[in-house]
């Protein structure tokens, strides 16, 4: 789908504010509330809007460490693959997960309490995996940025 300056501008509002209403978007992008439904709607049916969340702040809900872990296959063949990210897919630690190219085959994204809880996750769960040849653990001292926002 082809996006025009009005989609991007809807778009954008979005993403800073899903719970605005039509008539609010309407009047920040000077269209009737009619023209904002219907643009939303083609938007939603389109594919572009995939799904409204609610962003929650991970300290008030006990999940302050972040952790990065590169992943290594031990032999690359589609089976591995496959099985690799189906297992990856079900642990709930895991925010997300990067096929790469480069050194490292796979990029996790995981948050959990603390240390502990890091080390029972690699112990009960990550390390459970079949197919991991090695893996490597980076933790985040400093959020720099975080934004779920594309650029349009």
Same mark, same amino acid.
């Given at each position: ?7 991007? %501008? ?8 899903c719970k605005q209403t039509h008539k609010a978007l309407s009047v920040k992008l000077n ?15 389109? %594919? ?13 809900? +006990? ?16 089976? +591995?693959?496959?099985?690799?990210? +189906? ?13 790469l190219s480069g050194e490292a085959d796979y990029l996790l994204k995981v948050y959990v ?19 991991? %040849? ?15 926002a594309l650029y349009l």
């Open positions: 789908m082809k996006l025009d300056s009005i989609d991007k %501008g809807i778009l954008r509002e979005l993403q800073k504010d269209l009737s509330v009619t023209a904002i439904y219907e643009r939303i709607r083609k938007l939603e049916r389109s %594919g572009v809007i995939k799904q409204y969340v609610a962003l929650i702040d991970k300290d008030k809900v +006990n999940l302050g460490l972040l952790v990065f872990c590169q992943i290594k296959l031990s032999k690359h063949i589609q089976e +591995n693959i496959t099985d690799l990210e +189906n297992e990856i897919s079900e642990l709930e630690e895991v925010v997300e997960c990067y096929h309490r603390d240390m502990e809880h890091f080390r029972d996750f690699m112990i009960t769960k990550l390390t459970a995996i079949q197919h991991i %040849g090695n893996s490597q653990t980076s933790f985040s001292i400093h959020e720099v940025k975080n934004s779920t």
